[in-house]
């Protein structure tokens, strides 16, 4: 799912869904980069930047081609009362993943807990607090499996663009604007900013410099939204993690009940 997507089902859910996490979360003609410490000029606001597209392609690219990687994700949510008052929660997200099947993600916020396993064959939510579970069938993929997850049974997995950049999927086309803002530092890494516009959606990210391009922080602002709620995650990467043969598998604690999901449109979503 592209930032944009992301961001448009965020805003469907906001202060709702029972069984999806809190998600989020993404041109080619040349361009001037602005001055370090100042802001882009109007003239160039309209242009794609071939270096910040590049770096997108540099980075999905890096991305596809590891084999295995745990990241954490620390992660501020803005959500907006129907009175307009802006509320923010914290959370984490726990990636663990093995290419081309394997995935485990594990939610926490300050409200809810949520529990995503992609074995290959069928992708499980568990929800540890509430003690149930449920099981859909999910094609041979990680990024496949997390689209028919969300487009068909509405079960969005925070930071699904992780595994859309570097594809087909990506996203690529729908960027308006793209802008190189200059380095920075990311607990304590030296990285590269850049911002993205897309219909509805503002969206900045911070690459690593060198030989592993890897996303160290993702900014994603709800333009559609007056209030302008942002979604925001510092990453954390482990390229070379533990995995066993249970990683990716689910067995329902004691006392779990497990619970029938209902594809989105049978449930009356759209």
Not at 53 to 81: C, H, I, P, Q, W
Not at 117 to 129: C, E, F, H, M, Q
């Amino acid at each position: 799912m592209t930032p944009v997507e992301q961001s448009n089902k965020t805003a469907r859910k906001r202060l709702g869904a029972a069984l999806a996490a809190a998600c989020v979360v993404a041109a080619i003609a040349t361009g001037t980069s602005p001055a370090l410490g100042q802001q882009p000029a109007a003239a160039t606001a309209a242009q794609r930047e071939a270096k910040a597209m590049d770096a997108l392609a540099a980075m999905g690219k890096y991305l596809r081609s590891l084999k295995a990687f745990a990241v954490r994700a620390d992660t501020v949510t803005d959500e907006v009362l129907t009175n307009g008052q802006k509320l923010q929660f914290a959370g984490t997200v726990d990636y663990l993943v093995q290419a081309p099947n394997g995935l485990r993600a594990d939610v926490r916020s300050d409200r809810r807990q949520r529990v995503f396993i992609y074995d290959g064959k069928s992708v499980t939510l568990y929800a540890p607090r509430m003690q149930y579970y449920g099981t859909v069938p999910a094609p041979a993929t990680i990024a496949e499996a997390l689209q028919v997850a969300e487009q068909k049974y509405d079960l969005a997995v925070p930071l699904s663009d992780l595994f859309l950049w570097g594809t087909d999927k990506g996203g690529l086309e729908d960027i308006r604007e793209a802008a190189f803002i200059g380095p920075a530092k990311i607990a304590g890494k030296a990285c590269d900013h850049y911002a993205f516009r897309q219909d509805d959606v503002d969206w900045q990210l911070w690459i690593q410099q060198g030989r592993q391009p890897l996303p160290c922080k993702i900014v994603i602002t709800t333009t559609a939204e007056p209030s302008q709620p942002q979604y925001a995650a510092v990453l954390t990467w482990n390229l070379a993690p533990k995995i066993d043969k249970t990683s990716f598998t689910f067995a329902p604690p004691k006392g779990a009940g497990r619970i029938n999901i209902a594809p989105a449109v049978a449930a009356g979503k759209n």
